[in-house]
């Protein structure tokens, strides 16, 4: 029988977040350094694509307010 897809319910996602705890839990710290490290490389990828569509479209005034480094007031 194939697997039915959970539903988009309170529920459901309570579900799937303990599934996922309880796998990260008992996997091993090689195995969890792995899932650390493309974390990280995923969040620094985007972190990178947004700055250069914020630079392209704003110039570099635009990605230092982006960043945090000037106020516009």
């Known amino acids: 029988?194939?697997?039915r897809k959970p539903y988009n319910t309170k529920y459901g996602r309570r579900k799937l977040r303990k599934d996922h705890y309880r796998r990260?839990?008992?996997m091993t710290d090689d195995e969890?350094?792995?899932l650390e490290a493309n974390t990280f490389g995923c969040?620094?990828?985007f972190i990178i694509i947004g700055?250069?569509?914020v630079f392209?479209?704003?110039g570099g005034d635009g990605?230092?307010?982006w960043l945090?480094?000037?106020h516009p007031y």
């Open 24 to 26: 990260v839990a008992n």
């Open 51 to 53: 700055s250069l569509i």
């Open 68 to 70: 945090g480094g000037k």
């Open 56 to 58: 392209f479209l704003f």
């Open 1 to 3: 029988m194939a697997q």
């Open 43 to 45: 969040m620094l990828l």
């Open 63 to 65: 990605l230092m307010r």
């Open 32 to 34: 969890r350094s792995k």
